[in-house]
């Protein structure tokens, strides 16, 4: 493998120029990745991984097709889209194609951030207004202008919620508010949404938008009770707002059924705004807000001109397209509904076998498993979750945590994931949960216990022991629990379990 430098030498000038807050993953012992193909990533040795995290890489890790695509524009054009060319308007054509008729105008952006930031100057042009609803735990870029409305960051750091900034409950029928037992989850959900218009305006103030990612990423893969959308985009209509559907996670076939995720709710609903990014360009930098004429013409209204010096580019439209193309000739839609059939099946069978596993949530190829300690009472097994995406890495498999109590194991592959790839994880979580319960004293349905009591004692001792010790951790700093960089408690149940 090619390296300007070794492994160790990289972490120091890691340390040295970069800035702290920029993690990485598996901070204790983090990985050197050195290059990639399809679904499998490779370190400085040689050693493959499979990838079950990387929905940037959507079609695959350098495609060949993508990669072709970006030379053969490079070597001819690439400049800013005050030019004309083809590439840029047969993109937006393409990509129009895939949504409902009245989403039919684009803009082009680098990042979902931008896209996001965009999305919020087109909402409070169309109207005036200033105020934004937004889901708990939800994210939505770094920007600071995101930031604000994206209760996953501001409620960990010094920020305040800002006073033109609503948070509404997130409809998660498992562990919110209103679970799967209520009679009918989305209106109840919806309606605080209702609740909290109302307030505003009696306090003088006026809805802009409400933004929401059409299934929530980081809040931990949940995906809204039926109806929910509709209702919500009934309420912000009404009080001259619009709704906001973030697909940059979630959009281009992910889902399997359909090609956008806020499609699945059914075709009486259409969002305002759509924002997408990462899978956009597999790997390349692109992005775009898509909208309506009316909101498009209100927005140009202002005077202002909207350019971006690379958004739109000729380079980056030809790999958009190139993704399209691949998305479509390779039948990954199709591919993501089959294996994120399977896989989900799989997980089933070992919720059923394995008492850590609370809930199985997904649709096709963005799936969760929500870890719980009790499951009665639903209590978050976030010092087991770091664990496992550890202990998954040592089996050569890539998977992390998020949600609000770090306990929900992320499953969002590339889209060339295959029914080998997913029994193959499956298998090692299996085994990695066996041994877990085992240490905790609980049962699984298939597994004889191989301990003598004394060292089952040992495992429950040591076991408690990580639990004390990473809720005094989680207390002291929460945000290090991120996607695998939660050094101290891997560090203290390494000690003491080996699969």
Known sequence: MCELYSKRDTLALRKKHIGPSCKVFFASDPIKIVRAQRQYMFDENGEQYLDCINNVAHVGHCHPGVVKAALKQMELLNTNSRFLHDNIVEYAKRLSATLPEKLSVCYFTNSGSEANDLALRLARQ???????????????????????????????????????????????????????????????????????????????????????????????????????????????????GVFIADEVQVGFGRVGKHFWSFQMYGEDFVPDIVTMGKPMGNGHPVACVVTTKEIAEAFSSSGMEYFNTYGGNPVSCAVGLAVLDIIENEDLQGNAKRVGNYLTELLKKQKAKHTLIGDIRGIGLFIGIDLVKDHLKRTPATAEAQHIIYKMKEKRVLLSADGPHRNVLKIKPPMCFTEEDAKFMVDQLDRILTVLEEAMGTKTESVTLENTPCKTKMLKEAHIELLRDSTTDSKENPSRKRNGMCTDTHSLLSKRLKT
């Open 126 to 240: 169309f109207r005036g207004h200033q105020d934004v609803i937004t889901l708990d735990h939800a994210y939505h870029g770094h920007l600071s202008s995101l930031i604000e409305i994206s209760p996953y960051k501001f409620q960990k750091g010094k920020d305040v919620k800002k006073e033109f900034v609503h948070v509404a409950p997130t409809p998660d029928t498992y562990r919110g508010k209103y679970r799967e037992d209520h009679a009918d989850p989305a209106s109840a959900y919806a309606d605080e949404v209702k609740k909290i218009i109302e307030d505003a305006h009696n306090s003088g103030r006026k809805i802009a938008a409400f933004i929401a990612e059409s299934m929530q990423s980081c809040g931990g893969q949940i995906i809204p009770p039926a109806g929910y959308f509709q209702k919500v985009a009934e309420y912000v209509h009404g009080a001259g």
